[in-house]
């Protein structure tokens, strides 16, 4: 297992954050934390199979 630690910003992106967070928890196991940040920033943790790391950084490419 390997975790992935993304920082995004949520001005222009909270509905697509939530949409692909779930779309990706439904394709793959894994499990997801959001935890906001100041200034409209969240720091969204990862937690997926190695063999699963592709899935992930290809859902989350256009948040970031």
Known sequence: MTEKIYWVDRNDITN???ETL????MRIPCKV?????????AKVTI???DEDLFFVEQYMAGLV
């Open 16 to 18: 697509d954050l939530e």
């Open 22 to 25: 779930m779309a990706l928890y």
């Open 33 to 41: 934390d959001v935890e906001d940040v100041e200034m409209n920033w």
């Open 47 to 49: 937690l997926a199979r």
